[in-house]
């Protein structure tokens, strides 16, 4: 097991997520199990093994820079919870 | 007690592109709201980004015009926040495997070198635009995805106005690499400013400042100049400064802290994983290095040393780079390079920007301005006439010599000729004439200028001077 549990209301701020209580202490377990083997995979000997980003041998995937085209305007707004002047409109941003 | 400023700048650049950083849709500015968007710019589920090789190469030939090293592997990485100005919740870029890392920018500050380390430059994607309203506010995706590339420099600048020459700099390097139009106007250039300040002679730095999202260089110099002494005040009188953002008010004139969110610098990266890593070839960085240009400073530096320019003209040769490579295809033939350059900026580029042509429009050969030049120093012509014969060329195409023989505008150095307008200016003229022989020798060169008239500015002016000293002096000694 990890040494510090999860700190779930932290976690669940950062996703932008909203938990009751219940919610809370269930996750967190399930959290917990989840760190628990993470700790566990710690333990394999890895020190032969490079780091990688991937599990893939592939690099180098790349595109020319051309143009190709957009989205129909309106097909591109349609899922928009409201638009106006062509914008996407969301609340009030504040920063 | 003294205090020093230290600045570091996080700059970010808009490449320059045909088509986004992830997807085919125009990376091109000023489109109406929303039409340079799919689902992969909008963030839609289910797609794949592929990353543009050409946002790659300008990342790599930045690399290489900042003197910094090319690391074998780079890959991009997710930083993830929520802001209604990027779709996906989180900003790819390259977070602990960059494209490019420690350089080094060299410009002109305060009559010599300085030379500011760069920590790394690194590829990432722009963001979308926000509009607000009084109860809501809009968003337009046509900016997200368009590749941006950050130059993070390391804490080396010491002053406003360092930071200020560092940008333009910066700026002149990337236009001339053709990396980024960094065209302010649009937006194409962005800048977080980093500054603190110690006691001078200490070595730990300060608590760092941030002042965030800076759109023009001009702001950044103002922004540290109202920001050092601030923070300077608040350690003299016995404050302390915390580590913080700050904004700047351009209207107000001051920088004031923002509310920062208690989480917001928790930006939980990890591997990108749509994208594959990219390990740069031999071949492509060959291909890459082909496109390594001259730096402006060192151009300017050659012009001054190989033409032997006054540094204003070489500087008008770096910034103005056509008209500098016009110049430098008829410099090595002229045995004055400045006389070239002297009509190339004072008269062909002025004629151009008069005429609203550029050099492609320009009708005679380069070779026509050497021409012109050796007319004036054989005396064909005077530097005079040599401007009007300029105009015709400009006009006509037609060669200088071809121009002075049809106009019938060769200089007269024939003395009778001159003698006789001389003896007709003197009499035209007996007031300044008296005058010089009264000892007002300025007078003389009113006198000439009328030599110079009756001539329709044919005379040879030096000849006409001689003649006319020689004749007045006569007339004080014969008492007339």
Redesign the interface.
């Known amino acids: 097991m990890p040494s510090d549990p999860i700190d779930i209301k ?1 976690v669940a ?2 996703a ?1 997520l909203s938990l009751t209580p219940e919610e809370e202490q269930k996750l967190a377990a399930q959290l917990g199990g989840v760190l628990g083997y993470i700790e566990k995979l710690k333990e394999v000997d890895v020190s032969g093994v490079e780091p990688t ?2 599990a ?1 041998p ?14 129909p ?1 309106e097909e ?2 349609r899922n928009a919870p ?1 638009q ?10 504040v ?1 | 007690m003294d205090y020093e400023a230290v600045i570091g700048l996080e700059t970010h650049v808009q490449l320059k592109t045909k088509s986004k950083m992830w997807c085919g849709c125009a990376n091109e500015f000023g489109a109406p709201p929303n039409t340079h968007v799919c689902p992969v710019c909008l963030g839609l589920p289910g797609v794949l980004p592929v990353a543009n090789e050409e946002a790659l190469r300008l990342t790599a030939l930045t690399g290489l015009l900042l003197n910094c090293s090319l690391p074998p592997y780079a890959k991009f990485d997710r930083k993830n926040y929520f802001y209604p100005d990027m779709p996906k919740n989180y900003q790819v870029t390259q977070y602990d495997k960059p494209s490019a890392v420690t350089g080094y920018l060299e410009f002109e500050f305060n009559d010599s070198l300085a030379r500011v380390r760069i920590t790394r430059a690194h590829l990432e994607e722009d963001v979308g635009k926000n509009f607000h309203f009084d109860r809501n506010s809009g968003v337009d995706f046509n900016r997200a995805g368009v590749p941006l590339m950050e130059i993070v420099s390391e804490p080396d600048l010491t002053s406003a106005v360092m930071a200020y020459e560092y940008l333009n700099a910066l700026k002149d390097i990337l236009v001339y690499g053709g990396v980024s139009d960094c065209d302010m106007e649009k937006g194409m250039v962005r800048c977080d400013v980093n500054v603190s300040v110690r006691p001078k002679g200490q070595s730990e730095l300060g608590a760092k400042i941030e002042i965030k999202n800076m759109n023009s260089f001009s702001g950044v110099r103002k922004a540290l100049d109202y920001e050092i002494p601030r923070q300077i005040e608040v350690l003299k009188s016995g404050g302390k400064l915390i580590q913080s953002t700050r904004r700047w008010d351009d209207p107000a004139g001051i920088t004031e802290e923002m509310r920062t969110k208690e989480f917001a610098h928790d930006y939980r990266y990890f591997p990108e994983p749509d994208l594959m890593p990219f390990q740069p070839t031999e071949a492509w960085l060959e291909e890459v290095s082909r496109r390594v240009i001259e730096l402006p400073l060192a151009r300017k530096r050659r012009f001054i040393r190989d033409y032997q320019l006054p540094a204003a003209d070489a500087q008008t040769f770096v910034w103005d780079r056509p008209l500098g490579d016009y110049f430098e295809s008829i410099a090595k033939q002229a045995k004055s390079p400045k006389a070239a350059a002297n009509w190339v900026i004072n008269n062909l580029r002025a004629k151009m920007t008069e005429s609203g042509t550029t050099l492609a429009d320009v009708k005679f050969q380069p070779p026509a301005i050497l021409e012109l030049i050796e007319l004036v120093e054989n005396g064909k012509i005077s530097s005079r006439i040599a401007q009007d014969v300029f105009t015709e060329m400009f006009s006509a195409g037609e060669s200088p010599a071809k121009i002075v023989e049809k106009k019938g505008l060769a200089q007269v150095s024939d003395t009778a000729a001159i003698e006789k307008f001389c003896d007709e200016a003197i009499a035209a003229n007996p007031g300044p004439a008296a005058d010089f022989r009264a000892g007002k020798t300025a007078a003389l060169n009113f006198l000439k200028g009328q030599v110079m008239k009756l001539s329709k500015g044919k005379a040879n002016p030096a000849l006409a001077g001689e003649i006319l000293e020689r004749k007045l002096k006569a007339g004080m000694e014969t008492g007339n």
């Open positions: 932290y701020h950062l932008r980003a991937h893939f592939l690099v180098n995937v790349t595109r020319a820079d051309e143009v190709r085209p957009s989205m305007h591109a707004l409201a106006a002047n062509g914008l996407f409109i969301v609340p009030k941003i920063e």
